[in-house]
T-cell receptor, first 112, second 111 residues
Framework: GENVEQHPSTLSVQEGDSAVIKCTYS??????FPWYKQELGKGPQLIID?????GEKKDQRIAVTLNKTAKHFSLHITETQPEDSAVYFC???????????FGKGTRLSVIA | EAGVAQSPRYKIIEKRQSVAFWCNPI?????LYWYQQILGQGPKLLIQ????????DSQLPKDRFSAERLKGVDSTLKIQPAKLEDSAVYLC?????????FGEGSWLTVV
């Protein structure tokens, strides 16, 4: 089955700097890669996703890149703000009814 | 559009007791998931429903966990009897296609 590795497990950046979180996946059939943000005491919230026919997607300060050959994808947050502090999860999904498989999460701290 | 509703939000029980969690997904979302999230880890799928049929329950500890989704709408997850290691957040999610939306979760502490 699919296995998703996520790095780093913790990340601290100064406000205004960029943050990058990287994930690798094992199943070459995976074709959908969402990123979730989870704040303390809340459920994961979908912030951006990318499909396998696209190499990059951007939404304001966040962007995701996908390298299918290397089987890795990354989340980029620019001009970080204190409210970006949260745990971020990457995930991968194969076609059909297979479940979404999550990475172990990255705790991002943005220091004002 | 209303989000995924879950209740109770918090529950503390003693080991060997039972507990039930309820979920009402976003209207029209045929697929419903229950995930278990242990502190410091990513969510792990317990069971997936498509309408009222089970698609995947391979990770559900069936000796103590059960779930149902009558009429293809809301769902209940039950744990009986609970163990200390069941302490976690139980997340319900729903979706159409690939996109999955999570509820706020039900936080279970087993003492």
């Amino acid at each position: 089955g699919e296995n998703v590795e996520q790095h780093p497990s913790t990340l601290s950046v100064q406000e205004g700097d960029s943050a990058v979180i990287k994930c690798t996946y094992s199943d070459s059939a995976s074709n959908y890669f969402p990123w979730y943000k989870q704040e303390l005491g809340k459920g994961p919230q979908l912030i951006i996703d990318i499909r396998s026919n696209v190499g990059e997607k951007k939404d304001q300060r966040i962007a995701v890149t996908l390298n299918k050959t290397a089987k890795h994808f990354s989340l980029h947050i620019t001009e970080t703000q204190p409210e970006d502090s949260a745990v971020y999860f990457c995930a991968a999904l194969s076609s059909g009814n297979t479940p979404l498989v999550f990475g172990k999460g990255t705790r991002l701290s943005v220091i004002a | 559009e209303a989000g995924v509703a879950q209740s109770p939000r918090y529950k503390i029980i003693e080991k060997r007791q039972s507990v039930a969690f309820w979920c009402n997904p976003i209207s029209g979302h045929a697929t419903l998931y229950w995930y278990q999230q242990i502190l410091g880890q990513g969510p792990k799928l317990l069971i997936q429903f498509q309408n009222n049929g089970v698609v995947d329950d391979s990770q559900l500890p069936k000796d103590r966990f059960s779930a149902e989704r009558l009429k293809g709408v809301d769902s209940t997850l039950k744990i009986q009897p609970a163990k200390l290691e069941d302490s976690a957040v139980y997340l319900c999610a729903g979706g159409t296609g690939n996109t999955i939306y999570f509820g706020e979760g039900s936080w279970l502490t087993v003492v």
